[in-house]
Nanobody, 113 residues
């Protein structure tokens, strides 16, 4: 199993970013997926989840209405569209297969003026 995140960077408050997570080594379309984040000095937190066929999604209260999780099973790719970014969204973002302890290496998102 391999998960590779990309799309992070430095963005001003109010800006947008789209994160991607390319999955390989398993049948991507059969598994629910999650996005997590970890800010400096804080515990890793669940940001968003999506079902195997994208029929169900859920979000942390802190990002609901600003972030959108989606997936393209034909491309084995998970996405996180992040809008109206705030400084408190600064963190390393990770994708994870819901079952099993499989994590990507993370991508840094920094929201700062």
């Amino acid at each position: 199993v391999q998960l590779v995140e990309s799309g992070g960077g430095l963005v001003q408050p109010g800006g947008s970013l789209r994160l991607s997570c390319l999955a390989s080594g398993f049948t991507f379309s059969r598994y629910a997926m999650n996005w997590y984040r970890q800010a400096p000095g804080k515990e890793r937190e669940l940001v968003a989840s999506i079902g195997a066929i994208a029929s169900s999604t859920s979000y942390a209260d802190s990002v609901r209405g600003r972030f959108t999780i989606s997936r393209d099973n034909a491309k084995n790719t998970l996405y996180l569209q992040m809008n109206s970014l705030k400084p408190e969204d600064t963190a390393v973002y990770y994708c994870k297969r819901k079952t099993g302890d499989y994590w990507g290496q993370g991508t840094q998102v920094t929201v700062s003026s």
